[in-house]
């Protein structure tokens, strides 16, 4: 079976420090409130800021989640029975009957992937072999034998030793000699035939199986050890054993090599048409190149969902991808409500504050749960970067009184701290034109349009502004390769307190009008503008109700 899948705290995608760092303290606190399973998880790379305060407080990157998609882990199979390469088609027959099994999976010494054999390579081989074979070009072990005629073994030699001789059956010494029994042969011999044994020894058989569990006198059992011969006793009778023991021959003479396989972290809907083509009714799965399961054509297991508490944004588009395929067990945010559904009800905490960290902080308090001092530095991390240090209007006095108390827990001056932490994250020296077009971009539906606005702030806007042509140029193809009808960056003055608005798309009106401004160009100036999304989002979505009326 899969593994239980553990429950994630999660930010939004294009992760800021407050999705981060949020993400883990909240998990924490999950953690210390006796909840199992709880995993502080991340949809993408995280910033140079955020880097900079997760190795300033030594705090552990959260787990990648690229997406929730389910993939082929989450539907395979257990694997209930293998058998191994060199095993008999009788054992193999014994596994399928017994397991009730139309198809099983063989491995080799090393229990790697070698094949797989189905009932319907089983039967083509039973008609087509019905007479006794020559084993001389088949790799059949001594063991095989044993495992074919259900044997006990008298005198023995390595169960891997390889027997390349034909299979006869003797009755008298006259046939001994009639069939030219000769070295390396096995025969088949009944109770009270001395002779015919003494003579098989003699001629340097590899093998004697004597049937119906008849007798074996000790001198003959002597002679044969001294000459290295096995000798095999069974139940059955000769007509039985006869029949029987072909199915000495070894399963990977009849199983399909280098099966179709899947690797365990191969997405589902990667693997239907594949399947679809192929019809094969089972597909072995590695992870790596360990056998982890099997995938069933008619039996899919249902995908458990993936359960996802969201902090720091309550919309889908914003959301790790496959979100749909998760479960939304709550959310913690301060964000507008942006049309999300879920089926069952769900905890969720929306607050117009400055940060979720201030939040999650008071969280920590209400459940009476220290925080601890490099819990507390994240926190007040995401506080100093959402608020920009309380410059941004969205700052409340919860923010700030909250930013405090983490700083004394912190052991931290705030403002050294916080112009320190901005500065590491708005440098743009090493940054590509094509990464400052959608830093820290978030995707918004206005009225029915889709678009994407991102933010960079900085200490000087000089720095990137040098960069316009080139990032206009690549929000261009954004634009066009995304589908978006606008790509919008706010190049933000931490200092200054303003924003340098880049637009590219249609319909440019939607600026002029939101921002009462002539936008026929594809840049305005803000003053006082800071925050998306108390200053940029709403006057976008009032406008763009107006636009379509
Ligand atoms: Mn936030």
Same mark, same amino acid.
């Given at each position: 079976?899969?593994?239980?899948?553990?429950?994630?705290?999660?930010?939004?995608?294009?992760?800021?420090?407050? $999705?981060?760092? $949020?993400?883990?303290?909240?998990?924490?606190?999950?953690?210390?409130?006796?909840?199992?399973?709880?995993?502080?998880?991340? !949809?993408?790379?995280?910033?140079?800021?955020?880097?900079?305060?997760?190795?300033?407080?030594?705090?552990?990157?959260?787990?990648?989640?690229?997406?929730?998609?389910?993939?082929?882990?989450?539907?395979?199979?257990?694997?209930?029975?293998?058998?191994?390469?060199?095993?008999?088609?009788?054992?193999?027959?014994?596994?399928?009957?017994?397991?009730?099994?139309?198809?099983?999976?063989?491995?080799?010494?090393?229990?790697?992937?070698?094949?797989?054999?189905?009932?319907?390579?089983?039967?083509?081989?039973?008609?087509?072999?019905?007479?006794?074979?020559?084993?001389?070009? +088949?790799?059949?072990?001594?063991?095989?034998?044993?495992?074919?005629?259900?044997?006990?073994?008298?005198?023995?030699?390595?169960?891997?030793?390889?027997?390349?001789?034909?299979?006869?059956?003797?009755?008298?010494?006259?046939?001994?000699?009639?069939?030219?029994?000769?070295?390396?042969?096995?025969?088949?011999?009944?109770?009270?035939?001395?002779?015919?044994?003494?003579? !098989?020894?003699?001629?340097?058989?590899?093998?004697?199986?004597?049937?119906?569990?008849?007798?074996?006198?000790?001198?003959?059992?002597?002679?044969?050890?001294?000459?290295?011969?096995?000798?095999?006793?069974?139940?059955?009778?000769?007509?039985?054993?006869?029949?029987?023991?072909?199915?000495?021959? /070894?399963?990977?003479?009849?199983?399909?090599? #280098?099966?179709?396989?899947?690797?365990?972290?191969?997405?589902?809907?990667?693997?239907?048409?594949?399947?679809?083509?192929?019809?094969?009714?089972?597909? /072995?799965?590695?992870?790596?190149?360990?056998?982890?399961?099997?995938?069933?054509?008619?039996?899919?297991?249902?995908?458990?969902?993936?359960?996802? +508490?969201?902090?720091?944004?309550?919309?889908?588009?914003?959301?790790?991808?496959?979100?749909?395929?998760?479960?939304?067990?709550?959310?913690?945010?301060?964000?507008?409500?942006?049309?999300?559904?879920? !089926?069952?009800?769900?905890?969720?905490?929306?607050?117009?504050?400055?940060?979720? !960290?201030?939040?999650?902080?008071? #969280?920590?308090?209400?459940?009476?749960?220290?925080?601890?001092?490099?819990?507390?530095?994240?926190?007040?991390?995401?506080?100093? $970067?959402?608020?920009?240090?309380?410059? $941004?209007?969205?700052?409340?006095?919860?923010?700030?009184? #909250?930013?405090?108390?983490?700083?004394?827990?912190?052991?931290?001056?705030?403002?050294?701290?916080?112009?320190?932490?901005?500065?590491?994250?708005?440098?743009?020296?090493?940054?590509?034109?094509?990464?400052?077009?959608?830093? %820290?971009?978030?995707?918004?539906?206005?009225?029915?349009?889709?678009?994407?606005?991102?933010?960079?702030?900085?200490? %000087?806007?000089?720095?990137?502004?040098?960069?316009?042509?080139?990032?206009?140029?690549?929000?261009?193809?954004?634009?066009?390769?995304?589908?978006?009808?606008?790509? +919008?960056?706010?190049?933000?003055?931490?200092?200054?307190?303003?924003?340098?608005?880049?637009?590219?798309?249609? /319909?440019?009106?939607?600026?002029?009008?939101?921002?009462?401004?002539?936008?026929?160009?594809?840049?305005?100036?803000?003053?006082?503008?800071?925050?998306?999304?108390?200053?940029?989002?709403?006057?976008?979505?009032?406008?763009?109700?107006?636009?379509?009326?």
């Amino acid at each position: 079976m899969p593994e239980k899948k553990p429950i994630y705290v999660i930010g939004h995608r294009n992760p800021d420090t407050d $999705s981060i760092c $949020s993400a883990i303290a909240y998990a924490r606190l999950k953690q210390a409130l006796g909840v199992e399973d709880v995993v502080a998880a991340r !949809a993408g790379e995280i910033n140079a800021e955020t880097k900079y305060a997760l190795e300033t407080f030594k705090v552990d990157l959260p787990y990648l989640l690229q997406d929730i998609y389910p993939r082929v882990r989450d539907v395979m199979l257990p694997i209930s029975a293998t058998v191994y390469e060199q095993d008999s088609l009788r054992r193999l027959g014994k596994v399928m009957t017994s397991k009730n099994l139309r198809s099983v999976v063989v491995v080799n010494n090393q229990e790697k992937l070698a094949g797989i054999v189905s009932v319907s390579d089983l039967a083509k081989r039973y008609f087509q072999e019905l007479s006794l074979v020559d084993l001389s070009d +088949i790799d059949v072990t001594f063991g095989a034998i044993v495992q074919a005629t259900d044997g006990t073994v008298l005198v023995g030699r390595d169960s891997g030793l390889i027997i390349k001789g034909r299979i006869i059956i003797t009755s008298s010494s006259q046939a001994v000699l009639k069939y030219g029994v000769k070295e390396g042969d096995i025969i088949i011999v009944g109770d009270g035939r001395d002779q015919v044994m003494k003579d !098989a020894i003699a001629n340097k058989v590899a093998c004697i199986v004597m049937t119906g569990n008849g007798h074996v006198s000790p001198g003959i059992q002597e002679e044969a050890r001294q000459a290295g011969i096995c000798i095999v006793t069974t139940e059955y009778d000769t007509y039985t054993t006869a029949r029987i023991i072909n199915q000495c021959m /070894p399963v990977n003479r009849i199983m399909q090599k #280098m099966p179709l396989c899947f690797s365990s972290d191969e997405l589902v809907t990667n693997i239907t048409g594949t399947m679809e083509e192929k019809r094969f009714r089972n597909y /072995p799965v590695l992870d790596g190149d360990n056998l982890v399961g099997i995938i069933n054509r008619d039996q899919f297991l249902v995908p458990e969902k993936t359960r996802l +508490i969201l902090v720091d944004h309550n919309e889908t588009a914003q959301a790790v991808e496959g979100i749909d395929n998760g479960q939304i067990i709550e959310i913690v945010d301060h964000h507008r409500l942006g049309g999300i559904t879920t !089926a069952d009800p769900i905890y969720t905490r929306e607050e117009p504050v400055g940060c979720t !960290a201030t939040i999650i902080a008071g #969280m920590y308090m209400e459940n009476a749960v220290d925080i601890p001092e490099d819990t507390a530095g994240i926190l007040l991390s995401a506080i100093i $970067s959402d608020t920009v240090l309380f410059k $941004s209007p969205t700052t409340t006095d919860r923010d700030r009184r #909250m930013a405090e108390k983490l700083a004394s827990i912190a052991g931290v001056d705030i403002n050294e701290y916080g112009l320190n932490m901005l500065k590491a994250g708005s440098s743009v020296a090493d940054m590509p034109a094509s990464e400052i077009a959608k830093n %820290d971009s978030k995707e918004f539906s206005i009225g029915d349009r889709r678009m994407l606005i991102g933010q960079i702030s900085v200490m %000087d806007t000089a720095e990137v502004l040098a960069k316009k042509d080139e990032i206009i140029a690549a929000m261009t193809a954004l634009t066009e390769n995304e589908g978006y009808s606008m790509v +919008i960056l706010m190049v933000t003055d931490i200092i200054k307190e303003g924003t340098e608005l880049l637009y590219v798309g249609e /319909p440019k009106d939607l600026i002029g009008l939101a921002f009462k401004k002539d936008a026929s160009g594809d840049s305005i100036y803000l003053p006082g503008v800071m925050s998306r999304k108390k200053q940029i989002v709403p006057p976008l979505t009032e406008a763009g109700k107006m636009l379509k009326a």
